[in-house]
């Protein structure tokens, strides 16, 4: 499962400093503790037979559940079954039935056997039923912001630019709501499914499709066929309106479901599927281990993606066009990710929830694996850099162990600590133990494991065998512990001894051992200096030195998940940023040198070098931090307007030359205007609105902002709002949604995000009102239980509804004016509760 992150914008709004926050994280309570699900019963083998009323939002579904008693003799089969109507529970043998007694309530379906059953003596149990998606009631999360397991999207067709599609969502445990099963991670079952459905679409479920049977009547009926175990909750249903772009890795048949309209970007968005498959089997020394691998795109999904075992489902955002393309794949890094599952979470599933890391923080790390071999490591550091920063920007993840049987809902594992922290103390844990012994491990972590689950002692146990070292002290801090080292760093020199001595201080209250590498920076040569911090609050290191080091830099490569307080003069920033080989210094140089761009000569020296960088993302920074006048820059920042080859530090040099207001550069923006890249095309329009206004309108509609990035949208919505360019309206939706906190972060976007608000309100646009609500609802558990922050959301939605009633009244037969009154009418509803 990858995270939906809703807006870059709005993560970092409801910190510590803006709110306070409920604590809902149970770590340090006593009395609670989340046991791995007892396994009365093993599951065997699942066969479902289903078809769909549209109308109802309800599916009609038979099931037969092979199974036996795991270990202890049962008479009894209970599975999960949540919202269902159940109108028969048979015992099926030799192709006759007999009814067996249960008892069906709050979501338990209870089955009498006929009789005492052993331990791998099978039975098939049949049950007919109604999915009810709709009578579920249980919640969502921040990872999965909705769990009723089975979605109809524009069902009954009535919403004209909206494909009829259908598809399920599994992780945690909301399988149950579509076929009753025993919806736990620690069970495993291969399964078949018959899917009938109208023949104008296709299907897709887990494993390969063995038939196709036309029914007449405009029916059809698809036969998916998965011969492999793997997890209930990995089971999937697509059913819409699909092009479907076949693609091969060896004799593995990889294929990318896409909306019609992105079917000639397909190849562009999914197109390295099958490198990263190569890369990923070379690298684990484990061949990718299912028949096939598909990737399809859902409307109004309810996460960023999942991993489905062979039939990956992606939020839409994932469909990008050509301009978006032409700046970046944004989502590459999530389809690496679901990849990586196929190993670490579908072959080798956490045997609970708890343990979640050895699915998440696996797949996590896949991104910075991919990227290294894709992109190099300067893309990949820069990538986990940003990470971890999210991780520890929310507040959220404080005090929370990695690996805890003490969390207050199973949907509460998917955070930042199980992700983006997990991933960067896998990161650790193979600089630690290098590549070779690192990779061999995992390798024989699966190998042990497969088709069954794992936890971090049996991660821990793999690389112990491999590597030969005890690896206890790591795993007691890192996965069974919280926190990370809070370091003050400083430095004395002793003429007399030649002696430099490093002072590394603790200064967070349960102490850490680690590996630190400190570069030493002498005559202008740096010498990498590695050693060992104890779990004291103090550590000294003395090292030889024929003067004062002109740089002492603590944690060179940003391996060590740390918070480093170490004082450095514009000179010295500018040195690490001059002879730092590693991305993390000289990123950090940068930021730290901002606020003295213009005001010392050292700072200016950093950044007219970084104008320069190779690694583009240095250049990007570099142009984000130059002051409003960048008067001694502009050659350097012209020359990137021109000619960079990325087109992202291309627009973002625009973006700096827009800001100049200086009417010379209107033809360079016009020709932007014509570029491919939306990057390019977005910046270039707020420079003509700076220059010469009167002719944005004319130019605002070339630039599809429907998949652009928050950064983009940001930098456009003063000018659509002003302008009032109406079909940019949808686009900048679901950043006005939170104009009441938007001061927070940018406080010059606070009033066009608030006017921006009201426009949407005295307009009869339905698709704008849509992508508002929809992304506060992917919000509303993100902002947890944050009174304040749902009560000013609450304000807000009620001032727009007052907005809306007024236009409906003006026009009291509009149907789409109803409809928007309904979204915002449920969403005040979702966030008065």
Same mark, same amino acid.
């Given at each position: 499962?990858? *995270?939906?992150? @809703?807006?870059?914008?709005f993560?970092?709004?409801?910190?510590?400093? +803006?709110?306070?926050?409920?604590?809902?994280?149970?770590?340090?309570?006593?009395?609670v503790?989340r046991?791995?699900?007892?396994?009365?019963?093993?599951l065997?083998?699942?066969?479902?037979?289903? &078809?769909?009323?549209?109308e109802?939002e309800?599916? +009609?579904?038979?099931?037969?559940?092979t199974?036996?008693?795991f270990?202890?003799?049962s008479?009894?089969?209970?599975?999960?079954?949540?919202?269902?109507i159940?109108n028969?529970?048979?015992?099926?043998?030799n192709?006759?039935?007999t009814? #067996?007694?249960y008892?069906?309530?709050?979501?338990?379906?209870k089955?009498?056997?006929?009789?005492?059953?052993?331990?791998?003596?099978?039975?098939?149990?049949? %049950?007919?039923?109604?999915?009810?998606p709709?009578?579920?009631?249980?919640?969502?999360?921040?990872?999965?912001?909705?769990?009723?397991?089975?979605?109809?999207?524009n069902?009954?067709?009535?919403?004209?630019?909206?494909?009829?599609?259908?598809?399920?969502q599994?992780?945690?445990?909301?399988?149950?709501?579509?076929?009753?099963?025993i919806?736990?991670?620690?069970?495993?079952?291969?399964q078949?499914?018959?899917?009938?459905v109208?023949?104008q679409?296709v299907?897709l479920?887990?494993?390969?499709l063995?038939s196709?049977?036309?029914l007449?009547e405009?029916?059809?009926?698809?036969?998916w066929?998965?011969?492999?175990k /793997?997890?209930?909750y990995?089971?999937?249903?697509? !059913?819409?309106?699909?092009?479907m772009?076949?693609?091969?890795?060896r004799n %593995? $048949?990889?294929?990318?479901?896409?909306?019609?309209?992105?079917?000639?970007?397909?190849?562009?968005?999914?197109?390295?599927t099958?490198?990263?498959?190569?890369?990923?089997?070379?690298?684990?020394?484990?061949?990718?281990? =299912?028949?096939?691998?598909a990737?399809?795109?859902?409307?109004?999904?309810?996460?960023?993606?999942?991993?489905?075992?062979?039939?990956?489902?992606?939020?839409?955002?994932?469909?990008?066009?050509?301009?978006?393309?032409a $700046?970046?794949n944004? =989502?590459?890094?999530?389809?690496?990710?679901?990849?990586f599952? /196929?190993?670490?979470?579908?072959?080798?599933?956490?045997?609970?929830w708890s343990?979640?890391?050895?699915?998440?923080?696996?797949?996590?790390?896949?991104?910075?694996? =991919?990227n290294?071999?894709?992109?190099?490591?300067?893309?990949?550091d820069?990538?986990?850099?940003?990470?971890?920063?999210?991780?520890?920007a929310?507040?959220?993840?404080?005090?929370?162990?990695?690996?805890?049987?003490?969390?207050?809902?199973?949907?509460?594992?998917? $955070?930042?600590?199980?992700?983006?922290?997990?991933?960067?103390?896998?990161?650790?844990l193979?600089?630690?133990?290098?590549?070779?012994?690192?990779?061999?491990?995992?390798?024989?972590?699966l190998?042990?494991?497969?088709?069954?689950?794992?936890?971090?002692?049996? #991660?821990?146990?793999?690389?112990?065998?491999?590597?030969?070292?005890?690896?206890?002290?790591?795993?007691?801090?890192?996965?069974?512990?919280?926190?990370?080292?809070?370091?003050?760093?400083?430095?004395?020199?002793?003429p007399?001894?030649?002696?430099?001595?490093?002072?590394?201080?603790?200064t967070?209250?349960e102490?850490?051992?680690?590996?630190?590498?400190i570069?030493?920076?002498?005559?202008?040569k740096?010498?990498?200096?590695?050693?060992?911090?104890?779990?004291n609050?103090?550590?000294?290191?003395?090292?030889?030195?024929?003067?004062?080091?002109?740089?002492?830099?603590? &944690?060179?490569?940003?391996?060590?998940?740390?918070?480093?307080?170490?004082?450095?003069?514009?000179?010295?920033?500018f040195?690490?940023?001059?002879t730092?080989?590693d991305l993390?210094?000289?990123?950090?140089?940068?930021?730290e040198?901002?606020?003295?761009?213009?005001?010392?000569?050292?700072?200016?020296?950093l950044?007219?070098?970084?104008?320069?960088?190779?690694?583009?993302?240095?250049?990007?920074?570099?142009?984000?931090?130059l002051?409003?006048?960048?008067?001694?820059?502009?050659?350097?920042?012209e020359?990137?307007?021109?000619?960079?080859?990325?087109?992202?530090?291309?627009?973002a040099? @625009?973006?700096v030359?827009?800001?100049t207001? +200086?009417?010379?550069? #209107?033809?360079?923006?016009e020709?932007?205007?014509?570029a491919?890249s939306?990057?390019?095309?977005? &910046?270039?329009l707020?420079? @003509?609105?700076? !220059?010469?206004?009167?002719?944005?309108? &004319?130019?605002?509609?070339?630039?599809d902002l429907?998949?652009?990035?928050e950064?983009?949208v940001?930098?456009?919505?003063?000018?659509?709002?002003?302008?009032?360019?109406?079909?940019?309206?949808?686009?900048?939706?679901?950043?006005v949604?939170?104009?009441?906190?938007?001061g927070?972060?940018?406080?010059?976007?606070?009033?066009?995000?608030?006017?921006?608000?009201?426009?949407?309100?005295d307009?009869?646009?339905? *698709?704008?009102? /849509?992508?508002?609500?929809?992304?506060?609802?992917?919000?509303?558990?993100?902002?947890g239980?944050?009174?304040?922050?749902?009560?000013?959301?609450?304000?807000?939605?009620?001032?727009?509804l007052?907005?809306?009633?007024?236009?409906?009244?003006?026009?009291?037969?509009?149907?789409?004016l109803?409809?928007?009154?309904?979204?915002?009418?449920?969403a005040?509803t979702?966030?008065?509760?």
């Open positions: 499962m990858k *995270k939906l992150l @809703i807006a870059a914008l993560l970092g709004l409801f910190s510590t400093d +803006n709110f306070t926050f409920a604590q809902t994280e149970t770590s340090g309570r006593t009395g503790y046991a791995t699900h007892t396994k009365s019963t093993e065997k083998h699942t066969k479902l037979r289903v &078809n769909f009323n549209f109802k309800q599916m +009609n579904g038979e099931a037969w559940i199974a036996s008693p270990f202890y003799a008479n009894e089969l209970v599975l999960d079954a949540k919202g269902m159940i028969e529970v048979a015992l099926e043998k192709g006759a039935r009814p #067996l007694k008892d069906y309530k709050e979501d338990i379906l089955i009498s056997l006929d009789k005492t059953y052993q331990k791998n003596q099978d039975y098939t149990v049949y %049950i007919k039923y109604v999915a009810r709709n009578e579920v009631k249980q919640k969502g999360s921040a990872a999965i912001n909705d769990a009723k397991g089975l979605y109809f999207i069902a009954q067709g009535k919403d004209a630019d909206k494909p009829t599609q259908i598809w399920t599994g992780e945690t445990e909301s399988s149950s709501c579509w076929f009753p099963t919806d736990k991670p620690n069970q495993k079952t291969t078949e499914i018959y899917m009938t109208p023949k679409y299907t479920s887990n494993g390969i063995k196709s049977e036309n007449g405009n029916l059809r009926t698809d036969h066929v998965m011969d492999k /793997h997890a209930p990995l089971f999937f249903m697509g !059913v819409g309106e699909y092009a772009i076949k693609d091969k890795w %593995i $048949d990889v294929d990318y479901y896409v909306e019609k309209e992105y079917e000639p970007y397909a190849k562009q968005i999914f197109g390295n099958p490198e990263m498959i190569e890369f990923f089997s070379k690298k684990l020394n484990y061949d990718f281990p =299912w028949h096939k691998y990737q399809i795109v859902g409307r109004d999904y309810v996460s960023g993606a999942m991993e489905n075992t062979t039939a990956v489902i992606h939020e839409e955002s994932a469909q990008q066009k050509a301009g978006d393309l $700046d970046e944004k =989502w590459e890094d999530v389809i690496a990710h679901e990849l599952h /196929h190993w670490f979470g579908d072959l080798v599933t956490a045997e609970s343990n979640l890391t050895v699915n998440e923080s696996f797949a996590d790390y896949s991104e910075y694996l =991919w290294e071999y894709k992109y190099g490591k300067d893309e990949a820069y990538k986990r850099l940003k990470s971890l920063r999210n991780s520890k929310d507040p959220r993840n404080f005090g929370k162990d990695l690996v805890r049987f003490n969390y207050e809902s199973r949907e509460d594992m998917f $955070d930042g600590v199980s992700y983006n922290k997990g991933g960067g103390i896998l990161h650790m193979r600089n630690y133990l290098g590549d070779d012994a690192f990779f061999a491990g995992l390798s024989d972590y190998k042990t494991n497969e088709y069954g689950t794992g936890e971090a002692h049996q #991660l821990r146990l793999s690389l112990e065998k491999v590597s030969g070292k005890d690896l206890n002290w790591f795993f007691n801090q890192w996965y069974f512990g919280k926190g990370y080292p809070k370091l003050e760093v400083k430095s004395t020199f002793d007399m001894k030649k002696q430099v001595t490093v002072n590394v201080a603790q967070q209250e102490k850490f051992e680690f590996p630190l590498s570069d030493v920076l002498e005559n202008g740096i010498s990498r200096k590695e050693v060992w911090v104890t779990a609050a103090k550590n000294d290191f003395v090292f030889d030195a024929t003067k004062n080091p002109e740089l002492i830099n603590a &944690n060179p490569e940003g391996l060590l998940l740390s918070d480093i307080k170490q004082d450095k003069t514009p000179e010295q920033l040195l690490q940023y001059t730092a080989k993390y210094s000289k990123y950090t140089a940068i930021e040198a901002k606020d003295q761009v213009s005001k010392n000569p050292f700072a200016d020296k950044y007219a070098a970084a104008l320069k960088d190779k690694f583009y993302r240095n250049r990007l920074l570099a142009l984000e931090g002051p409003e006048d960048p008067k001694s820059f502009l050659a350097d920042v020359k990137l307007a021109q000619n960079d080859d990325k087109n992202l530090v291309k627009g040099a @625009i973006g030359l827009a800001k207001k +200086n009417p010379k550069y #209107l033809p360079l923006f020709k932007g205007i014509n491919v939306n990057s390019v095309k977005g &910046n270039s707020s420079g @003509i609105a700076q !220059v010469a206004p009167e002719k944005v309108v &004319n130019y605002a509609e070339k630039i429907e998949s652009a990035s950064d983009l940001m930098t456009l919505l003063p000018v659509i709002v002003k302008n009032k360019i109406t079909a940019q309206m949808p686009n900048i939706a679901s950043l949604a939170f104009y009441p906190f938007i927070f972060q940018n406080p010059t976007l606070a009033a066009p995000a608030e006017e921006g608000f009201n426009w949407i309100m307009s009869d646009n339905t *698709k704008a009102v /849509h992508n508002l609500t929809k992304v506060l609802g992917q919000a509303k558990s993100q902002i239980d944050n009174v304040q922050a749902k009560m000013m959301i609450v304000q807000m939605l009620k001032k727009g007052e907005r809306k009633m007024k236009l409906f009244r003006e026009n009291p037969s509009s149907t789409s109803n409809t928007q009154i309904e979204m915002l009418n449920k005040i979702s966030y008065s509760n």
